[in-house]
């Protein structure tokens, strides 16, 4: 009988990615749970006047949710880095406690804010902006990790490598994206654009839209000629 493996630093980032899934998961089911039993009148009434309110669990169950989905994938992507890469480095090492430290604060200041009401109000991502600064630098941190793995080579890797890859630097992108209604300068142009017929919602549909506006286009080349230009 052969000797069992001996579990690695590849194989204990999957084991702590796993462990936070389920405890994702764990806080996503317990969300539902609850939201479901909210219907009860003397649950639901005792529960709002605790401060906690059925539209505030939503929130709390789809952000989990998401968050049970990534940190699974990313578990199963570290158990087949294992089985392939050399021994784990200092820098990566270091750079996955930064992205697991970062996103436990993360999820710890979602569990202590959202459901009391404390959130950005967006679909899909209702918790407080300021809880995003944390989540962006864990992506950040995995992003480093991951094309320092594998960025050599990286079109010649198996078509799973390359998905993770393009869906590391897609979720970045669209996460600024999805913030830039908190940039004061667009923030404040889009309040212009409210008029009955004036498609009042395009303030609260990202970034991309946004930045077709005449208005926020003139500020933006204001901003680059008075800032980069002149310079």
């Not at 389920?22 to 219907?39: E, N």
């Not at 009434?45 to 990534?70: K, S």
């Not at 940190?71 to 992205?99: E, F, I, K």
């Amino acid at each position: 009988m052969s000797e069992p493996r001996q579990l690695n630093g590849w194989d204990y980032a999957s084991l702590t990615l796993f462990r936070g899934a389920i405890a994702s998961m764990g806080i996503a089911l317990v969300a539902g749970l609850v939201s479901v039993i909210y219907s009860v009148p003397s649950v639901g009434t005792a529960m709002r006047e605790a401060g906690v309110v059925f539209a505030n669990l939503r929130p709390v169950h789809t952000l989990f949710a998401a968050a049970w989905i990534f940190l699974g994938g990313l578990a199963v992507l570290h158990h087949c880095v294992a089985s392939r890469a050399t021994p784990m480095d200092n820098g990566y090492r270091w750079r996955l406690r930064v992205q697991m430290v970062a996103w436990a604060i993360a999820g710890i200041g979602v569990l202590c804010t959202l459901p009391f009401g404390i959130g950005s109000g967006r679909e899909y991502m209702g918790a407080h902006p300021l809880l995003s600064i944390p989540i962006a630098i864990g992506w950040i941190a995995f992003t480093w990790n991951f094309f320092r793995i594998f960025g050599r080579g990286f079109f010649a890797q198996p078509v799973y490598i390359t998905m993770w890859g393009v869906a590391c630097i897609f979720f970045l992108v669209t996460f600024a994206e999805q913030h830039l209604a908190n940039v004061v300068v667009i923030t404040n142009a889009g309040k212009h654009d409210t008029s009955p017929g004036s498609g009042g919602s395009r303030r609260c549909c990202g970034g991309a839209r946004m930045l077709g506006q005449p208005l926020i286009r003139s500020r933006l080349r204001s901003i680059v000629d008075r800032y980069l230009v002149t310079r």
